[in-house]
């Protein structure tokens, strides 16, 4: 028994004598041999980012973050993009660190100065929309006031959210916390078959009484920007539509009376096969211009629905996806303060899982675009000029 507790009593001391440094070596050697993932291995964050719930931790910072926004109850048609990030996510696997190079910008945005994280999702109420919008305006002002990771002497970084939708009424909430973060409406590059500044009351009214203010039904995914503009959160006049071939309500143009009246610029599906996408680049960064604080909405639609069948509202005659992201490249230059990729309902896709592809490959050029355009913005606060 004393030659047992001799043995135990020397194993303990054993195991104690040179520790520190013995465990941060075999920590390292772990991590050499365990810590990689393959494209389908691992917990499905978006890119294989790191994850935190960053609602629930406001001590953690970060300078991009991916945000799901799984809300779906205010589609005029089909539902399911609740599903959406988690699809995107699954579909963002093969984007591993290191193998993200991006040779059309010259950099790898997961390896670059960036941290990146996977903040999880809003959980939003799917019972009550006017809940369900408190709670997205609220998460959107909470990690809009997060300082940047990379903030620091000579760089005042902003840190930067992409929200995975959801349907595009989660555009609104984004909004508000980024007129209240920058103290100004924000231009908005909009990507969709539809307009989304429709009146509410374009929608089957009889049941609303108008004069009781903000009636609940006005809070759809059509009417987004519509109501973002009554609120003043949108720059008039440095705004653009871009992939649009919806049709209009009633028999005449009125629909495109009134978004012109809101400030925004038009373009449509069928002139790239007019003026190619050189040129659509080309008007969109000439109405923006490259110092206002950008707001990027890609709603999946944009792409032709045989191309990426999964979304709420379907409308034939759309873009490929290698023309949009073609343009989306050619948008580096935008002052990218937040972006978003919604209308992704994943019970409509195609067995190859096209359409959620399409949006981790819309993110992964956002994110791109925001991690070089901090390369510029770093540099010229080292030099003593402040951008936002």
């Not at 984007?95 to 809003?122: E, K, M």
């Not at 649009?244 to 028999?251: I, Q």
Request: aromatic share 10%; net charge negative; charged share 20%.
């Amino acid at each position: 028994m004393l030659t047992l507790l001799l043995l135990l009593v020397t194993a303990s001391v054993s195991y104690g004598h040179g520790d520190h440094t013995h465990r941060q070596l075999n920590t390292e050697a772990l991590q050499q041999k365990w810590g990689t993932d393959w494209s389908f291995s691992g917990i499905s964050t978006f890119a294989h980012m790191p994850h935190f719930k960053c609602l629930t931790e406001p001590e953690g910072t970060f300078d991009i973050g991916i945000i799901g926004a799984p809300f779906d109850t205010a589609v005029s048609y089909r539902p399911g993009a609740r599903f959406g990030p988690r699809a995107i996510r699954a579909s963002s696997a093969r984007q591993i660190s290191f193998r993200s190079f991006n040779a059309r910008a010259g950099l790898n945005p997961y390896t670059s100065w960036a941290n990146i994280v996977d903040c999880g999702d809003i959980p939003v109420s799917p019972f009550d929309n006017a809940l369900a919008l408190r709670q997205l305006s609220e998460a959107y002002v909470e990690l809009g006031s997060r300082a940047s990771s990379s903030s620091g002497p000579g760089y005042r970084g902003q840190s930067r959210l992409v929200t995975l939708g959801g349907d595009h009424s989660v555009a609104l909430p984004a909004l508000r916390a980024l007129k209240e973060r920058y103290g100004q409406p924000i231009s908005v590059v909009h990507f969709d078959a539809h307009l989304d500044t429709w009146h509410p009351a374009k929608y089957p009214s009889a049941w609303v009484d108008a004069d009781d203010g903000f009636a609940q039904s006005f809070f759809n995914h059509g009417s987004v920007f519509w109501l973002a503009g009554s609120e003043g959160l949108i720059a008039n006049g440095s705004s653009v539509h871009a992939g649009l071939r919806t049709r209009l309500s009633g028999g005449d143009f009125a629909d495109y009376d009134e978004d012109t009246q809101q400030g925004w610029y038009r373009i449509s599906a069928d002139e790239i096969d007019d003026v190619g996408v050189k040129t659509i680049i080309e008007r969109i960064m000439n109405q923006v211009g490259t110092e206002k604080p950008v707001y990027l909405s890609v709603d999946i639609d944009v792409i032709d629905p045989g191309l990426a069948p999964a979304t709420g509202t379907p409308e034939p005659g759309g873009w490929t996806t290698r023309e949009l992201i073609r343009i989306l490249r050619g948008l580096e230059g935008l002052n990218l303060v937040g972006a978003d990729i919604v209308e992704v309902s994943p019970a409509y896709d195609d067995a190859g899982e096209s359409t959620s592809l399409a949006a981790a490959q819309v993110a992964f050029e956002l994110i791109t675009s925001m991690v070089k355009r901090g390369i510029v913005q770093r540099g010229s606060e080292a030099n003593g000029k402040q951008e936002l």
